[in-house]
């Protein structure tokens, strides 16, 4: 098959293309097309056009089969290239690739990175927290959940609750952390049977309780088995500690 020489419009340089061809290439390469294309702005009505042209449009075998000859040995204009940084690894001293947007990275993986921290001591040891800094520590730590999820007991008081249409939160931001909070005092605490009675539990629990009292806060502690077996005595509690807040 003879080809057609032609010439790009936006290089100026010579291409051949195959003679079916000869009246709709116009360019050379990919990037000159794009090129070609800096500073145009097509029109609402084109893009539209366009953008519903090729909707449920099939393309034949035939079309298929002449896409893959013309493209068949060609090597992409991308191959080769790279556009990020090549640096060494801080740690293995390997080189590696990073993009662009990634340009301060220092270690290959996080293998290196640990390894890097390994026998080395924190910028912040031996440097004693200031009382400023403990009591924001302290405040974060009444927005933090631990554990994520509701246990079994506290499910069973808020559906208590619900059902006698008593409005309340969960995880109350105060201090303890109160399980269930009915506003404005009232701070209920569901406590398990074997966690609460270990050794330091109950000292802090009471400490935790004489705390809120003296903030004028009222306090609930339920127990587990109280919960679980004489659930309606519970309610009533509440209901008696709501009564007297309101």
């Not at 050379?28 to 539209?48: M, V």
């Not at 034949?60 to 013309?70: A, F, P, Q, V």
């Not at 398990?192 to 903030?215: C, V």
Request: aromatic fraction near 12%; include cysteine.
């Amino acid at each position: 098959m003879t080809m057609v020489i032609k010439i790009c419009q936006q290089c100026n340089n010579e291409f051949n293309v195959k003679p079916y061809m000869k009246d709709k290439a116009r360019y050379c390469s990919h990037l000159c097309y794009w090129k070609s294309k800096i500073g145009y702005k097509q029109s609402k009505e084109t893009i539209k056009k366009r953008t519903f042209a090729l909707i449920g449009h099939i393309v034949s075998s035939d079309t298929r089969k002449k896409i893959g000859d013309s493209n068949r040995g060609k090597i992409s204009w991308l191959k080769g290239k790279r556009f990020g940084i090549i640096k060494n690894c801080l740690f293995c001293k390997n080189s590696f690739y990073v993009p662009q947007s990634n340009k301060n990275k220092k270690f290959c993986s996080y293998l290196c990175y640990w390894k890097n921290k390994i026998g080395k001591t924190s910028w912040n040891k031996g440097i004693p927290w200031t009382e400023e800094h403990k009591q924001k520590l302290k405040i974060s730590r009444r927005f933090q959940v631990f554990p994520t999820r509701d246990t079994s007991i506290e499910v069973k008081i808020q559906n208590l609750l619900r059902e006698n249409n008593i409005e309340f939160e969960t995880h109350y931001p105060i201090l303890g952390q109160p399980d269930l909070f009915i506003k404005p005092n009232i701070a209920i605490f569901c406590d398990g049977d074997y966690w609460h009675n270990l050794p330091g539990a109950k000292e802090k629990d009471e400490r935790i309780t004489k705390t809120l009292q003296s903030q004028n806060y009222i306090v609930i502690r339920l127990w587990e088995h109280q919960i679980n077996k004489e659930i309606k005595n519970c309610y009533y509690k509440i209901k008696e500690k709501v009564a007297l807040a309101t």
